[in-house]
């Protein structure tokens, strides 16, 4: 079992930036596949972003260019670092891992064991 806690939301305007964390409870988690996933108002749950160990990494068409993500294994802490944020990228913000390889990880079709309980981001124009 893991423990996924997300933090780091809440409310800019348009044009701001934020920064997500996710610590991951137990041992080392270096070579998991790790992710952000955002569900807006009315919307589907969308995969944002996602990385498996210290390399490959996928982004979703809506954010590429405007947040990376991140990990630092000695902390055991996922990172999503969000610039030039939009209204449409208001949501709720998930955390998600589990021991999925490559391709799976970082592809379309990922989907995570293990969630945290998600953290708002408001963004207003």
């Known amino acids: 079992q893991m423990e996924l806690m997300e933090s780091g939301g809440g409310s800019v305007q348009a044009g701001g930036s934020l920064r997500l964390s996710c610590v991951a409870s137990?041992?080392?988690?270096?070579?998991?596949?790790m992710g952000w996933f955002r569900q807006g108002p009315g919307k589907a749950r969308e995969r944002v972003a996602a990385?498996?160990?210290?390399?490959?990494?996928s982004y979703a068409d809506s954010v590429k260019g405007r947040f990376t993500i991140s990990k630092d294994n000695t902390k055991n802490t996922l990172y999503l670092q969000m610039n030039s944020l939009k209204p449409e990228d208001t949501a709720m913000y998930y955390c998600?891992?589990?021991?999925?390889?490559?391709?799976?990880?970082?592809?379309?079709?990922?989907?995570?064991?293990?969630w945290g309980q998600g953290t708002q981001v408001t963004v207003s124009s």
């Open positions: 990385i498996r160990g210290d390399g490959p990494r």
């Open positions: 137990g041992t080392d988690k270096s070579n998991y596949c």
């Open positions: 998600a891992a589990d021991r999925s390889s490559q391709p799976v990880c970082t592809g379309v079709l990922w989907a995570p064991a293990y």
